[in-house]
Nanobody
Framework: QVRLVDSGGRLVQSGGSLRLSCVAS????????MGWFRQAPGKGREFVAAIEWTGRRYYADSVKGRFTISRDSPRNAAFLHMMNLKPNDTALYTC????????????????WGQGTQVTVSL
């Protein structure tokens, strides 16, 4: 398994922006799809975004137009740029990686980060 370390979450006001980071421990991540999930209090885990090693991107409808996923393969990293944040974006955001974006979009992954908390205030 690949170790993923995610970071960047914090308290932000509604309408604000944040960038989450995910750094992998191995270069093999370059051929993996990487993505983000989130889980709000009392709710199930939700797919947010994924990016294939080719650069193709996928988003949940709830974040399209506001969130952008990117990756920096030489740094074994992926990023989630979040704009126009809303209170219902409040959740624990977790980075994940697997061999295919379809796996991530299906809600599962073989590799997970520890999660980073994003809280959006009114």
């Amino acid at each position: 398994q690949v170790r993923l370390v995610d970071s960047g979450g914090r308290l932000v006001q509604s309408g604000g922006s944040l960038r989450l980071s995910c750094v992998a421990s191995e270069d093999t991540i370059a051929r993996y799809a990487m993505g983000w999930f989130r889980q709000a209090p009392g709710k199930g885990r939700e797919f947010v975004a994924a990016i294939e090693w080719t650069g193709r991107r996928y988003y949940a409808d709830s974040v399209k137009g506001r969130f952008t996923i990117s990756r920096d393969s030489p740094r074994n990293a992926a990023f989630l740029h979040m704009m126009n944040l809303k209170p219902n974006d409040t959740a624990l955001y977790t980075c994940a990686a697997d061999t295919a974006a379809a796996t991530l979009m299906g809600g599962t992954a073989n590799n997970w980060g520890q999660g980073t908390q994003v809280t959006v205030s009114l």
